[in-house]
């Protein structure tokens, strides 16, 4: 049976789904025994969903557009220095 | 009516059609990749550098050093990959100037072991997220993010927030893959530790571990 400090340190790969089925069983079983560890696996994993989708992607329109603006001088920059015509509006 | 560009003609994002036009000069195959990715790197700049200013100082270096330098740019590698690289240099490089600590973020944190011991250990509600609003648990994940080592902080960014896999985040950090690993069993056990004190059943005991 796994002690419970080799459980942690396999703990990612088994939240990750990357460990194989017999490593998938043993922290399985391990759980099963030890309490304090199936909290610390119910509580990690729900760490990592709590995360997912809840933190907004925004872009602040004015960020954005000056982020446009600054691509475009760049561009500018470049076809200049390669002496090519520049960008056409 | 305005010709709609090739790539959204088919309904397909073609990431590597837009990288060649784009590395031929085509500002608005640039442009469809920076609307694809500038969210999600504006975020992950505003994960590390903590700072709205920084921040957007790092998502124009990183779109600007990525348009001039496309031609480097092989595509062995996504391109997405390719720029959240180019950010996270941004991004450490705005914190080290902050901090004036040059060895802060990318160095290997000393492994005391420490970050591996767990405190807390008590079940949480069964769905903790309804017990704030929307805003109130945007802060409490934030700071708690916050509250971890950069190094950590980077690697749980990429991984478990913006869905990079082990080898991908690894590359983009220039570390090993056990490198990252490691540091993420450290982050997600410390926002674990940090996010209980928060989400804990009401009543549950409280104790240390190993």
Not at chain 2, 6 to 20: H, K, M, N, W
């Amino acid at each position: 049976m796994l002690t419970c400090k080799e459980f942690l340190q396999e703990l990612n790969d088994y939240l990750d789904e990357t460990g194989d089925i017999e490593l998938r069983r043993r922290i399985e079983s391990h759980i099963t025994q030890c309490p304090n560890c199936f909290v610390i696996l119910d509580t990690t994993k729900k760490t990592i969903q709590v995360y997912k989708g809840v933190l907004p992607q925004t872009l602040p329109q004015d960020v954005h557009s000056r982020l446009l603006k600054a691509v475009e001088r760049k561009c500018s920059e470049k076809k200049l220095r390669a002496g090519l015509p520049g960008i056409q509006h | 009516m305005k010709k709609m560009p090739a790539t959204q003609e088919a309904g397909i994002f073609d990431e590597s059609a837009l990288v060649a036009k784009a590395r031929e000069g085509d500002l608005a195959a640039f442009n469809e990749l920076v609307n694809s990715y500038s969210r999600k790197i504006f975020r992950l700049a505003k994960h590390i550098t903590q700072n709205d200013e920084d921040a957007e100082d790092v998502l124009q270096e990183t779109f600007l050093k990525a348009f001039e330098h496309l031609g480097d740019f092989q595509g062995q590698s996504k391109f997405y990959t390719w720029i959240v690289r180019i950010a996270v240099n941004e991004s450490l490089m705005k914190l080290r100037k902050r901090k004036s600590d040059r060895s802060v973020p990318l160095d290997e944190p000393v492994d005391t072991g420490e970050d591996t011991v767990v405190r807390e250990i008590a079940v949480w509600d069964e769905n903790p997220e309804q017990k704030y609003s929307r805003e109130e648990l945007g802060q409490i994940l934030d700071e708690a993010v916050q509250g971890l080592r950069p190094a950590f902080r980077t690697v749980f960014v990429l991984r478990d927030i913006e869905e990079l896999s082990t080898e991908e985040a690894a590359e983009a950090l220039g570390i090993s893959v056990p490198a990252v690993k490691s540091r993420l069993l450290r982050a997600r056990l410390q926002l674990r530790e940090k996010l209980t004190r928060f989400f804990k059943r009401k009543g549950d005991d409280v104790f240390a571990y190993m």
